[in-house]
């Protein structure tokens, strides 16, 4: 009966738009199907819709077979709620994940104003991606799990998982509580990896991610021997060439086990990060956000509140992390930074370099018109690390010299502070470093250059002069109560 009401309907509309508009013959009017008054079930319902029908779900939480693992199967459909994601929750209770897209599907498969909660699968709790690219569009993620099934198998995309030539939009769109966890089946070692807390991105992806909000996602594991990375969202590791655009969103009190509270990002990729706020995320290092081996990351017009680089060593190697910091951004790998128009404010490396920013290992960074106040490095950087790669670095290229390069232009930098050298900026072991119209503001504090600190690789090197060694300093700014300037490689302290 269901069946032929349907049919039914569909034949008065397509009637209907016929007469309006004085074709005898025209193509068929788009039906709506509701739920559960058509269909019982989402997937019934997707099943017998045709492309460009709509289906309404109405108010409920819907459980069970039919409501959980639904595939578009490559149809142009929208799958809609009545009353938005608060009235309209798909619970997967454990058992799988919301929705599945795996057939070319296109931004014309939408699925908008869905709640989902409590899905489990290895890669993306909710909603898998597999070379397709549909419009994911208010929709909230909640408490979904991403858990690696064996030593050999990462969790990867808490929320969402997309993989291939995906090309997804997720508009306003709110991810909370979502994890990606790596398999505990071997608790002493393995390849176990937590991977994109909320979002998982694999080779060949073209995400855009506009005016959502991820608060409280994780990327963990729970081995000795494990990693986390990306407690938001994350690259996948070793993939090929991905692009990512992320516009007008927030991010708070995501965490990260090892990198990348909020955003983590790996490999020649672009990604794109505007008007987005970071505040209260957290990794091991590179608190809100940490890049890495060949990527092109460009930062504009965002704000950095209160994120954490913690004290944990990693990879079984003292100082990896604590030389890597970044309280808010940090890493490098023959990488390239642009940041531009953002403020970086209360940001923590607490064991590490670079309260706010840190770079190193053959980076190429431009910093334009940034704000950095109150950050703090417990070691040297309060606000700004540039340098070469750590001794040990994990992801490093060459593990003996690799300096990197930065310019500064049109800065702010006051109140910061690390507890070793470099009160607001600290250029390191011979890397490259230029500043231009720049203001050192009050308050900038360290034992050793309260303002501004640059170490050349060699102690006894009494030939080089400032602009040769490591840096030039031009037209800035010092406030008169800031202690001054210290050169190290055979330069004069000037304190």
């Known amino acids: 009966m269901i069946t032929t009401a349907l049919s039914l309907r569909r034949a008065r509309q397509s009637l209907l738009a016929g007469v309006i508009l004085g074709l005898a013959a025209g193509p068929a009017f788009s039906a709506t199907i509701l739920v559960p008054q058509d269909f019982t079930t989402i997937q019934e319902a997707v099943d ?26 490559g149809k142009q459909v929208v799958v809609e709620s009545l009353n938005g994601p608060g009235s309209c929750i798909i619970d997967c209770e454990g058992l799988g994940r919301a929705f599945i897209f795996q057939t070319g599907e296109t931004v014309d498969s939408i699925v908008r104003g869905i709640g989902m909660r409590n899905g489990m699968a290895a890669s993306g709790g909710a909603v898998l991606m597999m070379s397709a690219s549909p419009t994911i ?3 909230v993620f909640e408490d979904n799990t991403a858990l690696g099934t064996t030593e050999f198998v990462d969790g990867k995309g808490g929320a969402i998982a997309c993989f291939g030539a995906s090309s997804p939009l997720i508009d306003r769109c709110g991810f909370f509580g979502n994890r990606a966890i790596a398999s505990d089946d071997n608790p002493i070692g393995g390849l176990l990896t937590g991977i994109g807390g909320a979002i998982a991105l694999g ?5 855009l991610i506009t005016t959502s909000t991820f608060v409280g996602n994780q990327a963990m594991s729970p081995a000795i021997v494990g990693s986390g990375f990306g407690g938001a969202i ?21 965490s990260a086990s090892i990198a990348g509270g909020a955003v983590f990002l790996f490999g020649s990729n672009q990604v794109t990060i505007e008007d987005t706020a970071f505040a209260s995320n957290s990794g091991q290092s590179s608190g809100a956000i940490a890049f890495q ?34 309280g808010a951004i940090g890493g490098g790998t023959d990488s390239v930074l642009l940041l531009e128009d953002s403020i970086f404010l209360g940001n923590r490396a607490l064991a590490g370099r670079g309260g706010a920013v840190s770079c190193v290992d053959n980076t190429t960074s ?19 690390t540039n340098q070469e790669a750590p001794s040990v670095a994990p992801f490093s290229s060459d593990l003996l010299s690799n300096p990197s390069v930065m310019e500064m ?8 502070s690390s507890g070793v050298m470099g009160g607001a900026v600290a250029n390191l072991e011979g890397s490259l470093l230029t500043m231009t119209t720049s203001t050192f503001g009050d308050g900038n504090t360290a034992p050793v250059g309260a303002t501004f600190v640059s170490v050349g690789r060699s102690s006894d090197d009494t030939t080089a002069s400032v602009t040769t060694l490591n840096q030039m300093i031009t037209e800035c700014t ?10 190290d490689g055979g330069l004069a302290r000037t304190e």
């Open 203 to 207: 080779g060949g992806t073209d995400a």
């Open 48 to 73: 017998a819709a045709t492309n460009g029908d709509r289906i309404i779900v109405g108010n409920g939480v819907y459980t069970g077979v039919g409501n959980r693992d639904i595939d578009f199967l």
């Open 293 to 326: 081996t060949g990527m092109d990351l460009t930062v504009r017009r965002s704000l950095f509140l209160e994120n954490t680089a913690r004290e944990e060593i990693t990879f079984g190697v003292p100082d990896v992390q604590e030389q890597i910091g970044g």
């Open 234 to 254: 994350s690259t996948e590791l070793f993939a090929s060439p991905l692009s990512l655009t992320v516009l007008g969103s927030k991010f708070k009190n995501n």
């Open 409 to 416: 232009v049109d800065c702010m930098l006051l109140g910061n």
């Open 137 to 139: 569009v208010g929709c």
């Open 478 to 487: 010092l406030s008169i109560i800031e202690t001054g300037i210290a050169v």
């Open 366 to 384: 431009l910093i334009i018109r940034c704000h950095f106040e109150d950050n703090e490095a417990a070691l040297q950087g309060g606000a700004v």
